[in-house]
């Protein structure tokens, strides 16, 4: 995911970041995993990486 830091008010990116990462990780598979990295719009720099989180939804 690429972010525009300047669109962002203080602390309001940190907060959709958590909040993404926990929604992707709550929909995947069981036995697959979700990584959100968030890049600079700007440069292309890492903002932020998450850690791995393994998905919990069973497999049918």
Do not use: H, W
């Not at 069981?30 to 990295?37: D, E, G, H, I, K």
Request: charged letters at 15%; glycine letters at 4%; a negative charge.
């Amino acid at each position: 995911m690429a972010a525009d830091e300047n669109a962002f008010i203080e602390n309001s990116m940190g907060t959709l970041i958590l909040l993404l990462d926990l929604y992707l990780s709550r929909y995947a598979p069981a036995n697959s995993f979700t990584q959100l990295v968030v890049l600079s719009k700007n440069d292309g720099s890492v903002i932020v990486r998450c850690p791995m989180r393994t998905g919990i939804v069973p497999l049918l």
